[in-house]
């Protein structure tokens, strides 16, 4: 497989549809005011539409690389970068028939290099870093685009540097600073962190790769749903269900399967469903009220990753949901500590809270109709729960205690087996 023609890609401001080659501009719109996000736009002729998709895509590759003719960046992938994607989409037989539904699949983004889904967009501005000879890459996030930038960037010798809220959970600082980041935290929360990213990224020079500014993040996260139309031996399921806080990952889905289809791989568009926590709900305030661009919303949920006041990719995941017919729905922190459990007693897989706010939504969708019961459906677990093990632990099972007498034990183990609970 060779590298991708450059020609073929060019990017289109998502607000006034100015256009751009693909080396003329660096984050956002030169036109629009503020940081409007690009598109990535490819000439699908020149990628090779309408052949079979064995001729494009390197299946021999086991990463997100198989797909590297749909991906703007030259020069090699560094060893390391090629740890991130390709994982497995499964079934979920137990879930599936306690929901009463035909089919329901996980597509396990925490098998990932740094355990999220974010390590999608961060190896493929990582790998951009180092064709543009990049020593620094910076970025602002609520933790797991830290760490996936903080793994992208040690596993190819490039010097990373993140803003994350105070606050942010242990396990995901111990992961930045296992890999050497610099790590800063920031009291005055994500939105005072994206801040921080675009000026140090300013006045230095670094590299950003602060969700939605940098284009190549969607470009990255688009992959998962490129896998999933493969996995399904080429096609689009009914419906895809993504936790949603900046709206990033489901731009990057809506585009991945938008590829799929102009290509000609696939026959349809999944309705793609965001979910939100009810504590914070900016994009489904927004979709509630019609409004295109949220208008920001209260943050305050425990799922911190998709704590997010004002959504960066807000714009582009509204469009991305009323494109594909879908919906925004929210959840409740409990609901989603309670699914966590459910996925993980019913299919072993543990999930970050933020994460299980779709298996968590897949009841309400269900018996209002938004979801159908004979649907393909699936739901991307975005994080691993040992990113934060804590979250959901006050509603799952407690632990016995050995009281020193063998038969109060026993008896109490025997009863808590025999329980199918
Ligand atoms: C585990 C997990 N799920 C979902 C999301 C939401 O992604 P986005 O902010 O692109 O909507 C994040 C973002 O940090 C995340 O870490
Ligand atoms: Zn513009």
């Given amino acids: 497989m060779s590298l991708p023609d450059r020609r073929q890609f060019r990017w289109r401001c998502s607000v006034c549809c100015a256009g751009y080659p693909l080396d003329a501009v660096r984050y956002t719109c030169l036109s629009c005011p503020g940081t409007a996000a690009l598109d990535l736009v490819i000439d699908y002729e020149r990628a090779g539409a309408g052949q079979p998709p064995g001729s494009v895509v390197n299946t021999a590759e086991p990463s997100m690389w198989r797909y590297r003719a749909l991906l703007p960046v030259g020069g090699a992938i560094h060893p390391g970068l090629d740890r991130v994607g390709w994982t497995p989409l499964g079934e979920l037989p137990w879930l599936a028939e306690r929901l009463g539904m035909r089919r329901l699949l996980l597509k396990d983004d925490g098998r990932n290099l740094s355990g999220s889904l974010k390590d999608r967009a961060s190896a493929l501005v990582v790998a951009k870093a180092r064709e ?153 305030e927004a979709w509630r009220c019609g409004a295109q661009v949220p208008a920001g919303a209260r943050a305050g949920s425990r799922a911190e990753s998709i704590s997010v006041a004002v959504p960066q990719d807000g714009r582009r995941a509204l469009r991305a949901v009323r494109a594909t017919d879908g919906c925004v729905a929210v959840v409740s922190d409990e609901e989603a500590m309670d699914a966590v459990n459910l996925l993980a007693r019913t299919s072993g897989v ?28 699936v739901v ?12 959901a632990l006050g509603r799952s099972r407690p632990v016995v205690q050995d009281s020193g007498e063998y038969a109060v034990l026993e008896a109490e183990l025997t009863r808590l087996l025999a329980d199918d609970g």
Avoid at 175 to 190: F, M, S
Avoid at 381 to 391: E, I, V
């Fill in 350 to 377: 543990f999930a970050e809270l933020a994460s299980a706010v779709t298996t968590a939504a897949l009841p309400g969708l269900l018996a209002d109709g938004r979801v159908l019961p004979d649907e393909c459906v």
């Fill in 132 to 284: 543009l000879g990049e020593r620094v890459v910076v970025t602002a996030s609520t933790g797991n685009a830290a760490a996936a930038l903080a793994a992208c960037c040690a596993a190819s010798g490039v010097r990373c540097l993140v803003f994350v809220p105070q606050g942010t959970p242990p396990a995901k600082v111990a992961q930045l600073r296992a890999c050497d980041a610099v790590v800063a935290e920031v009291p005055g929360g994500y939105g005072r962190a994206v801040e921080l990213s675009y000026e140090v990224a300013r006045r230095k020079g670094w590299y950003c790769r602060t969700t939605a500014f940098n284009p190549y993040t969607a470009e990255g996260k688009k992959t998962v749903a490129l896998e999933i139309a493969e996995q399904l031996g080429w096609h689009a399921p009914d419906v895809v269900l993504v936790p949603a806080g900046d709206g990033n990952i489901l731009t990057g889905v809506h585009k991945g399967f938008s590829d799929t289809l102009a290509m000609g791989w696939t026959d349809r568009m999944p309705r793609l469903i965001a979910v939100q926590s009810a504590a914070a709900p900016a994009l489904f």
């Fill in 380 to 391: 991307v677990n975005t994080g691993s729960g040992l990113k934060d093990p804590l979250a």
